[in-house]
């Protein structure tokens, strides 16, 4: 048992507290870490400055709205120049200070920053404008508009850098001050709209990078942090205890209160592993425990949401913590005091572990579920067992849900199930699990058994016990006398394939053909003077569908399914669609990639299918209004097709015919075919039904929606970058005719990836609006090499993720 500290014992809780309510948020001696939301804010720091640096030089509305505030009084300059001023002011208080206060190593790290992000700002201009910038750029001497200000993206890193040591407050306040010297900036007309906020990017990129260099102080509250905010409650506690492992954005301390009682003591700081923000964020994306919502990562929401919880529960009669109080720290962190009992199952060895006591866990959480709360973070940390009755409690209910849905509640089941295997074995769980609820009960849980469905403490718990989720879940199944998930199989070889190949040497032939045309020294000439810059842009922009894709599928699903995993199935995909060429191979492994995450076969396929017809819904609807609405104009002359080729689209059509009129024969005149039908469409009509029901949900349906709109945004601009690297800018209006008419005219020809036919119509559209054809090809290349044929390379690795992380 650790005591308080000897600082605690001579100044007392409150003297401490005084200390830290002073310029800085922590002591100095606290250990450094380097932290994720930097890294987030380095990467997408550099994207947008990348894209505002492409957009230069300033459009027409961005001159527009230049003249707009030149046309301010001009007895207004002083005011402009005082903000920047204040900004001035400000920087020189953060320099200052940390030398008088014994931090010189702040003062490094500002200066690193600043002289990073001068390099990085006259770099951006550089490309942005062709020239490096001169000395009164720098100084701010001139009264020329520059590209970025360099001066406000120093100040903008040092701020950034040093706001990493500061009290909240006063964070705060050099955001503003940094706010306000912007606007002051651009209203002085030291720099351009898009030069302001290049510099804020630079300043953000600098300052991140420094960060990530050297580290920034972890920011955890001290014992005597705790001792004095529970004095302020009231609240009387001795024996302090800093556990080992800590969730991120939650410090935990261990105490008891003079009569023996234990006491959880969580605070949700803004410092406390400071990647709260991130983690919640990024669990959200990959999994299914992040939170039921963004709002979610507050810190003060986050102690109230367990407290509430808690309160809840223990109320409906369901075995949990007791709340002792709630309420904020000096520091201004949110802090929830629990007391508790029992001892956690991850602290209990497994031949300690009475078979009694894991049937009861069990009966804890039907009560939960009775109460009407699901869990949602159940492990065996969150599990606690009183040694003398054999009474099961389940603590940490920060992820909590109220009014839980069935899904909540089969995942709660198979977390329990999970957490039992991983304190006492898979058999003991097994056999628990079926004496408690029952075959059926077990059998129903099964598709949410999968590391999708845990926490992170559940899955090291996992890892810990070598205990793999797909052998738990089969030897569930075989215990309940059921078959696992059944999973569809990639077929590599069958008639579609040969099918589909054939085709393939169709469009390689289609595209020989086409290419005998091109000026090939005229081609090379194109390449020779492109601009590359724009296209390292339209590359970038070229992946980004593959987010709007993962959107759209995910709306499509009748269940909550993880983001970042249905993002990485989407670059699988485009490795699958190349590999073997069919779509019936994406279509297997989206399947099974959705079977993993619990939903049904049938419901998969449907799911699918909607996605498909959304896509081409949306297609047909966008190319309409621009038809109708604005200038661009569809260029029907796309070439008669060869002789050979008519007749092998003649042949396959009249194939597919005879198919189809088989199929009626079959289904017509087979009672046994027809009656095997029946069974099957009464068996999925349920889950189809539910697929469709599922989009009458407003966020769904507008996910669905807009994710294939800014499919097809992105896809038309990465096309209009490269064709602006070629000397020859398109209006979006034309791109999106374009790229929707031949997208369209693609789908109805059954080639793979519409090898050949894309190219071919691409190239016609961009000639149709004054591309000549060389310059076009060249543009076309590069927009398939970046759309199509680079993918499959990290698609490569995304699939290798996807069976390693058991996703498929």
């Known amino acids: 048992m650790a005591s308080l500290p000897e600082q605690v014992r001579s100044a007392g809780p409150r003297g401490l507290l005084r200390i ?74 953060l320099v200052v200070v940390p030398l008088f206060s014994g931090r010189p190593r702040i003062v490094v790290e500002a200066l690193l920053a600043v002289v990073l992000a001068g390099l990085l700002a006259m770099l951006a201009a550089r490309v ?114 800093v556990p080992e492992r800590q ?28 990647n709260q923000r991130l983690e919640k964020l990024w669990r959200t994306i990959w999994y299914r425990d992040g939170g039921s919502s963004v709002s979610g990562l507050n810190r003060s929401q986050g102690a109230e949401r367990e407290a509430l919880v808690t309160l809840l529960a223990r109320n409906a009669g369901a075995p949990t913590a007791e709340v002792v109080t709630a309420g904020a720290t000096t520091r201004g962190d949110s802090l929830v005091v629990l007391r508790v009992s029992g001892t956690s199952l991850e602290s209990i060895p497994p031949e300690q572990i009475d078979d009694a006591a894991l049937r009861e ?21 969150a599990v606690r067992i009183e040694r003398g009755s054999g009474e099961v409690s389940f603590v940490d209910l920060g992820g909590g849900t109220v009014a839980p849905d069935q899904n909540d509640r089969l995942t709660d089941r198979a977390q329990l199930l999970a957490t039992t295997a991983a304190a006492a074995g898979t058999d003991r769980a097994v056999s628990a699990a079926l004496a408690a609820i029952g075959r059926d009960e077990v059998t129903a849980l099964l598709p949410y058994l999968q590391q999708a469905a845990f926490g992170q403490p559940l899955r090291r718990a996992l890892k810990t016990a070598g205990i793999d989720a797909d052998e738990l879940r089969e030897a569930a199944a075989a215990a309940a006398g059921s078959e696992p998930p059944e999973l569809a199989k990639l077929r590599r070889v069958s008639w579609e394939t ?40 339209g590359v970038i922009v070229a992946q980004l569908p593959r987010v709007s894709q993962a959107i759209a599928t995910r709306a499509s699903v009748p269940v909550e399914v993880p983001l970042g995993p249905v993002y990485i199935l989407q670059l699988a995909n485009s490795y699958m669609n190349l590999a073997v060429p069919t779509s ?33 819904i949306v297609q047909g609807a966008m190319l309409a209004a621009l038809l109708l609405f604005s200038s661009a104009t569809l260029n029907l002359e796309i070439g008669t097709p060869s002789a050979s080729g008519a007749t092998h689209i003649l042949f396959l059509l009249l194939g597919l015919l005879i198919a189809a009129a088989v199929l009626l024969v079959v289904l017509g005149y087979a009672g046994r075919a027809r009656a095997a039908v029946r069974e099957h469409l009464s068996h999925w009509w349920p889950e189809v039904r539910g697929a469709f029901t599922a989009l009458r949900a407003s966020n769904k349906l507008g996910q669905l929606v807009l994710g294939n709109i800014a499919t097809e945004v992105l896809f038309a601009t990465a096309l209009g970058l490269f064709a602006r690297a070629l000397g020859f800018p398109v209006s979006l209006a034309d791109l ?73």
Request: charged share 10%; proline share 5%; with cysteine.
């Open 20 to 93: 830290n309510r002073g310029f800085y948020a922590g002591p100095p001696d606290q250990p450094r870490v380097r932290r994720a939301t930097d890294i987030l804010g380095l990467v997408a720091s550099l994207l947008a400055l990348a894209g505002i640096v492409a957009a230069q030089p300033p459009g027409s509305l961005e001159r527009s709205f230049l003249r707009f505030l030149r046309a301010f009084p001009t007895w207004l300059g002083p005011v402009w120049a005082s903000l920047i001023g204040l900004l001035i002011a400000w920087v020189v208080v």
């Open 128 to 241: 942005a404008t062709g020239d490096w910038p001169g000395g009164q750029a720098i100084s701010g001497l001139s009264t020329r508009l520059h590209f970025p200000g360099i001066r406000l993206a120093m100040a903008a890193a040092l701020i950034f850098v040093v706001n990493a040591h500061l009290t909240r407050p006063l964070a705060s306040t050099g955001r503003r001050i940094l706010a306000l010297g912007a606007a002051g900036a651009l209203l002085q007309g030291s720099t351009t709209v898009g030069g302001t906020a290049a510099a804020l990017l630079v300043g953000v990129a600098a300052g991140a990078a420094v960060r990530l260099a050297l580290g920034t102080s972890a920011g955890l509250p001290t014992i005597a942090d705790v001792a004095g905010a529970l004095a302020d409650l009231g609240v009387r506690a001795a024996d302090f205890q």
């Open 247 to 274: 969730t991120a954005g939650v410090f935990l301390v261990h105490a008891r209160e003079p009569g023996g009682s234990a006491l959880a003591i969580k605070v949700y700081g803004r410092d406390a592993y400071d």
């Open 361 to 381: 866990s069990w009966a804890t959480v039907e009560r939960l579920g009775e109460a009407n709360i699901a869990h949602g973070r159940i492990s065996p940390a």
């Open 498 to 537: 040969c099918l589909q190949a054939g085709l393939l040497a169709l469009a390689a032939i289609a595209v020989l053909s086409f290419v005998g045309g091109v000026d090939f020294d005229q081609f090379k000439q194109a390449l020779r003077d492109a601009s590359w810059g724009w296209i390292a842009a």
């Open 584 to 616: 019936f191979a994406s279509i297997a492994v989206g399947v099974r990639f959705m079977q993993r995450q619990g939903v049904p076969l049938a419901a998969a396929v449907t799911s699918g299918t909607i996605n498909t017809l959304a896509n081409n």
């Open 736 to 808: 999106l005719v374009i790229n929707l008419s031949t997208s369209l005219f693609s789908s109805l020809i059954p080639v793979p990836g519409g090898i050949g036919v894309v190219e071919g119509g691409l190239v016609v559209g961009l000639s149709s609006v004054g591309m000549d054809q060389s310059a076009a090809f060249a543009a076309v290349l590069l927009y398939r090499i970046s759309t199509f044929y680079l993918p499959p390379i990290w698609g490569w690795f995304a699939i290798r993720w996807l069976r390693r992380n058991r996703y498929l």
